[in-house]
């Protein structure tokens, strides 16, 4: 019996499923919605365009702006962060985010008290409070290691 009703279940389902996936021409001229509902609408629809091609996964993802440390410039940034407060590089990949934030902040262009400002905010939290020279380090750790 249960069998029975898993079946008959999933037919339902699959009869409704394709119900509204049905592309085929239809005698009346407004569209149809969920359950063959008519749909009233103000203003024609264009034609949808083409769907885009899917992506291979082995395509190369769009660089970011923001710059990346890579192995060394990680391995500097993690010990000057650590001389500065041993407690910002307790998670190693959330200071490097942070950094390339900070970094962000350099490259627009924005005046280095609001660029310590937002490092102080982004850096802080949870046990980790800091000075505004602390902040200024931190800047200057970024600066030095990768963000050029």
Request: proline share 7%.
């Amino acid at each position: 019996m249960r069998l029975a009703t898993r079946i008959i279940g999933t037919a339902l389902l699959a009869g409704l499923t394709l119900t509204g996936c049905n592309s085929a021409s239809t005698t009346s001229s407004s569209p149809k919605g969920a359950f063959g509902a008519s749909q009233k609408s103000e203003a024609p629809k264009a034609e949808s365009p083409a769907p885009a091609p899917a992506q291979s996964s082995t395509a190369p993802k769009p660089a970011s702006a923001i710059p990346s440390p890579d192995a060394a410039q990680t391995a500097v940034l993690v010990a000057t962060l650590k001389a500065v407060n041993p407690a910002l590089v307790e998670k190693t990949d959330k200071a490097v985010d942070r950094a390339r934030n900070v970094c962000s902040d350099v490259q627009a262009g924005k005046d280095a008290a609001t660029v310590a400002k937002n490092a102080k905010s982004r850096f802080e939290g949870g046990a980790v409070t800091l000075t505004d020279a602390q902040a200024l380090a931190i800047v200057e750790a970024v600066k030095a290691s990768f963000c050029k």
